[in-house]
């Protein structure tokens, strides 16, 4: 990719503004230096992230679905819904929804009345509460009128030890306190990731999609385990795989594995990983690796190095 080593979000912190849809940026941020247990960052203050012991951080792409899990819940939205009259006639359940959230006298119901819980793959993984009265909002959106179950839904936050919300009706799953959520189409999602310079836009996109599906139907990956939160990071915001992919399936090679490796660079108390993206020739059969260095030390995954080629070491003795 001519000028994309890597699309990566701004780092966004809760309580700042609110927000685009996915964003994508060119250059990694450079060298990690592991920071000594004793030592200080002035400027950090009040926006470290780095998960303290016993604090886990959550990635995860799947779907974002609003549950009624009490009696109380249904009954109340019903009575919302019954407010809106003969205009909802023709429509359907989603349509409902959308316009019951919509009416601004209804804004107390998703934060009190809905439980809201991601699936990965279809599976119940995880609840999830929002910190910030904005990232209601953007849970609304998530359930959009025309959905589609190749939608793409991404949250990210912290594992909670806080109990199971009481709107959730003692539902056992994991709580993660929500500092950020994208949705998108998946066809927009594929259009958003810049097409390298040269490439056919069409054939560059059809590489991506390729890639994408392959990778998230293939792993157990719930969102919670460093590697499995660096390779949907990878998923959404590197762009440079896609390119590396695009140009692999020119130059006759399949699409072989993404990888998530510990990184020699993991020193102290910084989590440093490699993402080996691997292609093997059509003809030769020869594998081909490049990888990247991403740091998974906070909350969002960040860029140390781009892609370049992997060397594999063997110890001789």
Request: glycine content about 6%; charged content about 20%; proline content about 7%.
């Amino acid at each position: 990719m001519e000028h994309a080593e890597r699309i990566e979000s701004a780092d966004f912190l809760p309580g700042d503004a609110q927000p685009a849809a996915l964003t994508f940026e060119n250059e990694p941020l450079g060298a990690v230096t592991p920071q000594a247990a004793s030592g200080s960052c002035p400027s950090c203050a009040g926006r470290s992230r780095i998960a303290p012991p016993g604090r886990n951080f959550f990635y995860g792409i799947g779907q974002v679905v609003p549950y009624l899990n009490t009696r109380s819940a249904e009954s109340e939205f019903r009575q919302a819904a019954a407010r809106l009259g003969s205009s909802t006639a023709q429509l359907n359940d989603r349509e409902v929804f959308k316009r019951v959230m919509d009416d601004p006298k209804n804004r107390y119901l998703p934060a009190e009345l809905f439980c809201w819980v991601m699936t990965v793959q279809r599976v119940e993984t995880v609840i999830l509460v929002p910190r910030r009265d904005w990232v209601i909002q953007d849970l609304i959106d998530t359930y959009s009128v025309d959905q589609d179950p190749r939608d793409i839904h991404v949250a990210i936050g912290t594992v909670s030890n806080q109990p199971v919300p009481p709107q959730c009706n003692q539902l056992q799953l994991p709580v993660v306190a929500v500092d950020q959520v994208y949705h998108s189409g998946r066809k927009d999602f594929l259009e958003s990731i810049p097409v390298p310079s040269g490439a056919d836009p069409d054939r560059f996109r059809d590489a991506a999609g390729q890639v994408f599906d392959q990778v998230l139907s293939q792993s157990d990956n719930a969102g919670f385990k460093d590697e499995d939160r660096v390779k949907n990071w990878a998923l959404i915001k590197f762009g440079a795989l896609y390119a590396a992919a695009a140009k692999a399936f020119a130059d006759n090679c399949s699409f072989h594995s993404l990888e998530v490796l510990p990184s020699a660079l993991g020193l102290g108390t910084r989590s440093i990983y490699d993402v080996v993206a691997g292609f093997r020739s059509r003809e030769s059969g020869v594998l081909q690796k490049q990888y990247a260095t991403v740091d998974a030390s906070e909350v969002r995954p960040v860029l140390v190095s781009g892609f370049r080629p992997w060397v594999e070491t063997r110890s001789w003795t």
